[in-house]
């Protein structure tokens, strides 16, 4: 019995004409995987170009960020259930990159005068920038944990619900992202009241992740999913916002090739869109099972 149920496994499995729950909430994990690291992409480009490549580590991220789009394209055009080695292959990478990156980052800090001084984590390599990389593979690893579930069975990560452990997740993600937006903003003087947006959406966010994650989960939290469309809404709008300070320089976008470096990081926004998208599948997750 053991060995039709080892050999039903190695099956190849047949592709659903409509994705389960569990797949419809990977394919969005894989969408928010990929547009964290298309954030890491373009951001790590402009600042490593600034930086004249001088470290050849310092491509590593660029190779790894387009990696983790294409097979995150890839995740979100798979209704399939089962992870895919290659896809989980890179996600680890992703991770093991941004905790690497994180330590180059803290090093070029600390090798300045001065040392860990508010000077120098203000103008020095951003600390929390690395970590956008492996939030990117965190949310692809999970987006194949909850993929790799039979079909009629709830996904679990680590013996829990895959809908809570996503959702608790998220919200120190949040938590982390926000306070570099926080620290930032904060060398900005918060000049423009829309600055403090990035500091209270995302904690409000992940409060809610928080609670969802802990709280009932037939719970409908219809004002759960609009904060998380709103937090995902403003990640775009500060797109928009960036464009604006950049447009303020000198010169403005005529002189983008100064502005566009000296000015606020334009990619960096969408991080918060990426981390709301993967808060809405973990309230789809729970919803969804919680009719069982």
């Known amino acids: ?53 001088h470290n050849k580590a310092m491509w ?16 979100v055009s798979d209704k399939r259930h089962g992870a895919h080695p290659v896809r989980d292959l890179v996600y680890a990478a992703a991770g093991l990159v941004g905790a690497i990156g994180t330590g180059f980052h803290v090093y070029n800090v600390t090798k300045k005068v001065g ?17 956008a990389m492996s939030l990117s593979g965190l949310m692809g690893f999970l987006a194949e944990r909850v993929r790799d579930s039979e079909p009629e069975e709830e996904p679990e990560l680590f013996g829990l ?25 904060f060398r900005g003087a918060f000049h423009n009241p829309a600055m403090l947006l990035p500091i209270t959406m ?5 409060a809610l992740l928080g609670a969802a994650a802990a709280g009932d989960a037939a719970k409908a939290r219809k004002g759960s999913r609009l904060w998380m469309a709103a937090t995902a809404a ?35 926004p969408p991080s918060f869109t ?19």
């Open 1 to 53: 019995m053991a060995g039709t149920r080892e050999r039903l496994r190695e099956m190849p499995r047949p592709v659903p004409e409509m994705p389960t729950a569990a797949v419809t909430a990977a394919r969005r994990l894989n969408r928010a995987a990929g547009i964290i690291a298309a954030s890491v992409l373009i951001d790590s480009a402009m600042e490593h170009y600034r930086g004249n490549f």
């Open 115 to 131: 040392g860990f001084s508010w000077q120098n984590i203000f103008y020095s390599a951003p600390l929390g920038a690395p970590a």
């Open 60 to 75: 590593t991220p660029l190779v790894t960020s387009s990696l983790s789009i294409a097979v995150s394209i890839h995740g």
């Open 202 to 206: 995302p904690p409000v966010a992940a």
């Open 161 to 185: 619900p895959a809908g809570r452990v996503v959702a608790a997740t998220t919200a120190v993600s949040l938590l982390g992202t926000a306070a570099e937006a926080g620290l930032l903003h």
């Open 234 to 268: 403003m990640g775009v709008a500060g797109v928009a916002f960036h464009a604006y300070g950049v447009s303020r320089g000198m010169g403005g976008w005529r002189n983008w090739r100064q502005n566009a470096f000296a000015g606020p990081p334009l990619p960096a």
């Open 274 to 292: 990426g981390l709301a998208l993967a808060g809405l599948a973990a309230l789809a997750l729970l919803k969804e099972h919680a009719r069982e």
